[in-house]
Each structure stands twice: as structure tokens, then as C-alpha cells.
T-cell receptor, first 117, second 112 residues
């Protein structure tokens, strides 16, 4: 079946602009995650959704970052007033069950490469 | 807190060489352990996993055994190919947590 998809694959924006990144999880997966991959910081967790609610937002780096999920499916990560340090690859993952199930496996999308000029 | 430490790269080997990439972890509970691989220009792919002590995960000729006594999950392959050139990430997930904690990644390059 189809894997996790993300759009756009690349986004170039100017400092101070807002951006929206989209994630389509694997059908039937209740849990959705956002991570960020940058040169200096490696792979960092941002936020976790179970259904439409976000019980773990502990990785969001500032209040300029927000995310929502609707219909238990598609998720959007929004970065307001982008800064150069936001440049990174933003990865989305989904899993069948979510937190509390130790054997649950996360499957990753191809990522969105964000460049802030 | 939970953490993963993996060997620094880059690692360069000749084709058909034996590969080991070391990974050790720190965890308060009994985590699941993973190896993910990122091929050039592609996203993260799950390579293999192990969910309890002494489990062996295997895929595409790669193996890793969950060693609780040494808190390790070393990745091995008996004979590497050029197509194995990629970045390999060791990772853990605590059963009660949502997030995966990743190591810093090891870049592997295989010479023909």
C-alpha cells in the first residue's frame, strides 16, 4: 500500500514568511509524528498526534511552530515568521498504535526540505 | 534520560568486507530498538528492529541482536555491497513514550 507522503518536497522561503508543510500518513495509522533533521542537531522529535489530539508537543522549539491534524489523517506543520535556523528537513512518520505500545513501528515519509533565505 | 550512542563515521569499506556499526543505549525501561537507513536522496527506512532482550532483527543480510546485559544493538553484515552505501541510524523507543530517540547516524561508503 501507499506509504507516508509529504508535500512539498522542497520549499524555499524568505526570512519572516510563514510556511505550511503537509503530511499524509499511511491509511489506518492512528499515530502521527513530526521530526526535524538538521546538520547540527541530528534527528529531533517535534510533536506526536494520537488521532486529532497532540498529547506530546514537547519537541516544538518555539511558539512559532504549531501543528494540527484533522479527521485523524492529514497533518499540517506551520512555521510562522521563519528564521534561517529553521532550515532543515522536516520528516513525518505514522504508526498503527502510538505511545504505550512498545512494539509499535514508525514509518517515515520522504521529508520536506525547508530552506530559509 | 534515554539516549543512543553510535560509532562516529564515516566508515569506508571495500565490497564484500564485514561490517559492524556499534550502537549502545541508555534507557530506564525496556525499549524497542531499531536500525533505520537513509539512502542518498531518500527518506528514512526501517531496516530492522528488536523488541525484547535477545531478539535478533534481520533484513537484507543485516543483523542486530538486542543485548540487555551490554545495552547494545550492534549492526552487522557479513559481506557489504556498493548499494549498502547510506547513513545508518540506531534508535530506541520506550514503550510508554511517543517519540523515537535517534543516534547521530553513521555514514557508510562501500568501494567497488
Amino acid at each position: 500500500g501507499a506509504g507516508v507522503s509529504q508535500s512539498p518536497s522542497n520549499k524555499v522561503t524568505e526570512k519572516g514568511k510563514d510556511v505550511e508543510l503537509r503530511c499524509d500518513p499511511i491509511s489506518g495509522h492512528t499515530a502521527l509524528y513530526w521530526y526535524r533533521q538538521s546538520l547540527g542537531q541530528g534527528l529531533e522529535f517535534l510533536i506526536y498526534f494520537q488521532g486529532n489530539s497532540a498529547p506530546d508537543k514537547s519537541g516544538l522549539p518555539s511558539d512559532r511552530f504549531s501543528a494540527e491534524r484533522t479527521g485523524g489523517s492529514v497533518s499540517t506543520l506551520t512555521i510562522q515568521r521563519t528564521q534561517q535556523e529553521d532550515s532543515a528537513v522536516y520528516l513525518c512518520a505514522s504508526s498503527l498504535a502510538g505511545a504505550g505500545v512498545g512494539t509499535d513501528t514508525q514509518y517515515f515519509g520522504p521529508g520536506t526540505r525547508l530552506t530559509v533565505l | 534520560g534515554n539516549s543512543v550512542t553510535q560509532m562516529e563515521g564515516p566508515v569506508t569499506l571495500s565490497e564484500e568486507a564485514f561490517l559492524t556499526i556499534n550502537c549502545t543505549y541508555t534507557a530506564t525501561g525496556y525499549p524497542s530498538l531499531f536500525w533505520y537507513v537513509q539512502y542518498p536522496g531518500e527518506g528514512l527506512q526501517l531496516l530492522l528492529k528488536a523488541t525484547k532482550a535477545d531478539d535478533k532483527g534481520s533484513n537484507k543480510g543485516f543483523e542486530a541482536t538486542y543485548r540487555k546485559e551490554t545495552t547494545s544493538f550492534h549492526l552487522e553484515k557479513g559481506s557489504v555491497q556498493v548499494s549498502d552505501s547510506a547513513v545508518y541510524f540506531c534508535a530506541l523507543k520506550d514503550g510508554s513514550a511517543s517519540k523515537i530517540i535517534f543516534g547521530s547516524g553513521t555514514r557508510l561508503s562501500i568501494r567497488p
